[in-house]
């Protein structure tokens, strides 16, 4: 498959320019564009920049809000209940993350509720930000449904991921995950790319197993451990959703297909200021000695090494800071037709070769 390489702060100004083509402020188009460029980043491209073109089509459609704003519905010492007011997704994140961390500073704990928003990119971006502040920090969002009940053919709860950050001495300690074996994300680049899927990440409209990523994107794709992932998606989407006032399930409307009515999909971010508990720096020691004894466990036959969540991604991201991020022929040319149709410069061509 024929691959671009690119620079990453450049493609992320790619992504900024064509976003503020649609009048998205400077600073909202940069914080847009460096959530999905960090996607990108870590490896998790079904997250990244392949996912332009839908956001460049739902602003120019009105159908979210190019302008963001929120307002504050409830406020309580601990407590947010936040509106999103259909603004895009990582700029309400991002907004309702930093006001977490604000609350947790000044009570110990902070949990806000957000509804009224769209698709907000990964949830790792934002416990990230919380663990960087010094905070045991929790993040997850719904999405329209793609995972059947166990036992059923017939979608309705979401991969409705969840992510959970706590400070080291180094990189935090992240586990981002949807409670499904892959995000359907990946079965739609898969399509996008021409690629089958491995067999376990899908099934189709009648309950059968498929490679072929078309046929999952009709159907649904599989939860982790049968009942157990259901379960964690059915709970993600009571938080997410009927907490927060938003939709859920079957009730939020389609990001790919629905131009005309908001998503209203919802988010939770909690945060724990761990100097209210321990010492940080204690916490941060007693973390790397947990993380040394993990490093220092016997392998099994052919493991080189036993990795913490997150460190993989870390080491990806800084690999790719350093040396490039490989876009697919695909997506690059998506970019540049991109640019294009919105009338701004194509500034990847010949960056990286």
Same mark, same amino acid.
């Given at each position: 498959? /024929?691959?671009?390489?690119?620079?990453?702060?450049?493609?992320?100004?790619?992504?900024?320019?064509?976003? #503020?083509?649609?009048?998205? $402020?400077?600073?909202?188009?940069?914080?847009?564009?460096?959530?999905?460029?960090?996607?990108?980043?870590?490896?998790?491209?079904? &997250?990244?920049?392949?996912? #332009?073109?839908?956001? #460049?089509?739902?602003?120019?459609?009105?159908?979210?809000?190019?302008?963001?704003?929120?307002?504050?519905?409830?406020? &309580?010492?601990?407590?947010?209940?936040?509106?999103?007011?259909?603004?895009?997704?990582?700029?309400?994140?991002?907004?309702?993350?930093?006001?977490?961390?604000?609350?947790? /500073?000044?009570?110990?704990?902070? @949990?806000?509720?957000? $509804?009224?928003?769209?698709?907000?990119? #990964?949830?790792?971006?934002?416990?990230?930000?919380?663990?960087?502040?010094?905070?045991?920090? @929790?993040?997850?969002?719904?999405?329209?449904?793609?995972?059947?009940?166990?036992?059923?053919?017939?979608?309705?709860?979401?991969?409705?991921?969840?992510?959970?950050?706590?400070?080291?001495?180094?990189?935090?300690?992240?586990?981002?995950?949807?409670?499904?074996?892959?995000?359907?994300?990946?079965?739609?680049?898969?399509?996008?790319?021409?690629?089958?899927?491995?067999?376990?990440?899908?099934?189709?409209?009648?309950?059968?197993?498929?490679?072929?990523?078309?046929?999952?994107? /009709?159907?649904?794709?599989?939860?982790?451990?049968?009942?157990?992932?259901?379960?964690?998606?059915?709970?993600?989407?009571?938080?997410?959703?009927?907490?927060?006032?938003?939709?859920?399930?079957?009730?939020?409307?389609?990001?790919?297909?629905?131009?005309?009515?908001?998503?209203?999909?919802?988010?939770? @971010?909690?945060?724990?200021?761990?100097?209210?508990?321990?010492?940080?720096?204690?916490?941060?020691?007693?973390?790397?000695?947990?993380?040394?004894?993990?490093?220092?466990?016997?392998?099994?036959?052919?493991?080189?090494?036993? @990795?913490?969540?997150?460190?993989?991604?870390?080491?990806?991201?800084?690999?790719?800071?350093?040396?490039?991020?490989?876009?697919?022929?695909?997506?690059?040319?998506?970019?540049?037709?991109?640019?294009?149709?919105?009338?701004?410069?194509?500034?990847?061509?010949?960056?990286?070769?």
């Amino acid at each position: 498959m /024929k691959t671009h390489n690119v620079n990453w702060e450049t493609l992320r100004s790619q992504a900024q320019q064509l976003l #503020m083509s649609l009048d998205v $402020n400077e600073q909202e188009a940069l914080t847009i564009a460096d959530n999905l460029v960090d996607a990108d980043l870590c490896g998790v491209e079904s &997250h990244g920049v392949s996912r #332009m073109a839908i956001y #460049m089509k739902r602003i120019s459609s009105g159908v979210v809000e190019k302008k963001a704003r929120e307002i504050i519905r409830e406020e &309580h010492p601990s407590s947010i209940a936040w509106d999103g007011c259909n603004s895009m997704g990582m700029i309400t994140g991002t907004n309702a993350m930093k006001r977490c961390i604000e609350k947790a /500073k000044e009570t110990g704990c902070c @949990f806000v509720a957000v $509804n009224h928003s769209n698709h907000y990119g #990964m949830a790792s971006y934002y416990v990230k930000m919380g663990a960087d502040a010094g905070m045991v920090s @929790f993040s997850g969002t719904n999405a329209p449904p793609n995972i059947a009940p166990w036992g059923s053919s017939k979608a309705y709860v979401g991969t409705n991921p969840l992510a959970i950050a706590v400070p080291t001495h180094g990189e935090p300690m992240l586990l981002d995950m949807a409670p499904s074996v892959v995000a359907m994300g990946k079965v739609i680049l898969a399509a996008k790319l021409g690629k089958t899927i491995p067999e376990g990440w899908a099934q189709t409209a009648d309950g059968k197993p498929t490679t072929d990523p078309k046929e999952g994107m /009709k159907g649904t794709v599989l939860p982790i451990g049968g009942p157990k992932g259901y379960g964690l998606s059915l709970f993600m989407d009571v938080l997410c959703g009927i907490l927060s006032d938003a939709e859920y399930g079957p009730h939020l409307n389609n990001m790919w297909h629905d131009f005309e009515n908001p998503q209203n999909v919802g988010h939770v @971010f909690c945060c724990i200021d761990i100097s209210k508990f321990i010492d940080i720096g204690t916490f941060k020691d007693r973390m790397m000695q947990m993380v040394q004894e993990l490093k220092a466990l016997p392998k099994n036959p052919g493991v080189s090494e036993i @990795f913490i969540p997150g460190e993989i991604e870390q080491r990806r991201r800084m690999e790719r800071k350093k040396n490039g991020i490989e876009l697919a022929d695909v997506v690059f040319n998506e970019l540049k037709s991109l640019c294009e149709q919105y009338g701004t410069q194509f500034i990847l061509e010949g960056e990286m070769k």
